[in-house]
């Protein structure tokens, strides 16, 4: 599986952005979906993650009831709508895909996009 996310940007405090991750090839719907990011001087964290149907979906407590992700299997992209963001949220956002099930550690993704920068002044 090769990611590609797209869709960082600058937005100001309060303002919201929606990342895309385009996968390759024909078993994208097999994988559980995550985003990550790793911010300047910072070990990449978790962010949230999504089941092969999208039906279930689990997220960080720093982004809870802010960000969404969600997945389109007939387009193989997955989303992460960020809304209300903060100049904490300023990272590199990186999309991920585990053939397992859903978890928080980066060593259990197998294949990772090339990640996108996200910026939000304080």
């Known amino acids: 599986v090769q990611l590609q996310a797209s869709g960082g940007g600058l937005v100001q405090t309060g303002g919201s952005l929606r990342l895309s991750c385009a996968a390759s090839g024909r078993t994208f719907s097999r994988y559980v979906m995550g985003w990550f990011r790793q911010a300047p001087g910072k070990e990449r964290e978790f962010v949230a993650a999504?089941?092969?149907?999208?039906?279930?979906?689990y997220y960080a407590d720093s982004v809870k009831g802010r960000f969404t992700i969600s997945r389109d299997n007939a387009a193989n992209t997955v989303y992460l709508q960020m809304n209300s963001l903060k100049p904490e949220d300023t990272a590199v956002y990186y999309c991920?895909?585990?053939?397992?099930?859903?978890?928080?550690?980066?060593?259990?993704?197998?294949?990772w996009g090339q990640g996108t920068l996200v910026t939000v002044p304080a």
């Open positions: 999504i089941n092969w149907s999208g039906g279930s979906t």
């Open positions: 991920a895909a585990n053939p397992g099930g859903i978890t928080t550690w980066p060593w259990d993704y197998d294949y």
